[in-house]
């Protein structure tokens, strides 16, 4: 096992439906993970952190002007991120990107829609 000693030793016990495990479990081996590594990861990953790009980078709107993509970088609020098109369009330097999502240092953009 290894340890991370950034981890809390914190134990709980949880009570799953049979079903539940089993589906847990063959998720967990077609990953190649134990069933406790598979959960850890779904929970992390379903509970949001409190991190600066939460509290203050996403929904924030951003010219396209202030997107590379050559480099695949976005400047928000004088900081370089790398970023993720949400429905894979190309980047139009004369509209503005929303930021709806923060994974660490990849921000997931999408086009803001011009209203009539």
């Not at 069933?35 to 992390?44: A, D």
């Not at 991120?81 to 999408?110: E, W």
């Amino acid at each position: 096992m290894i340890y991370n000693k950034n981890m809390a030793d914190k134990m709980i016990a949880l009570r799953l439906d049979k079903d539940l495990y089993e589906r847990i479990t063959e998720d967990a081996n077609r990953e190649n993970r134990s069933v406790n590594n598979y959960i850890v990861t779904k929970l992390s990953e379903a509970v949001p952190t409190n991190n600066l790009e939460q509290r203050q980078i996403v929904g924030s709107v951003v010219g396209g002007d202030k997107i590379n993509m050559a480099n695949d970088l976005i400047e928000v609020k004088g900081i370089y991120y790398r970023y993720d098109l949400l429905a894979n369009d190309s980047v139009n330097s004369k509209k503005s990107y929303q930021v709806i999502k923060a994974n660490g240092n990849i921000l997931t953009i999408q086009e803001l829609k011009s209203e009539k």
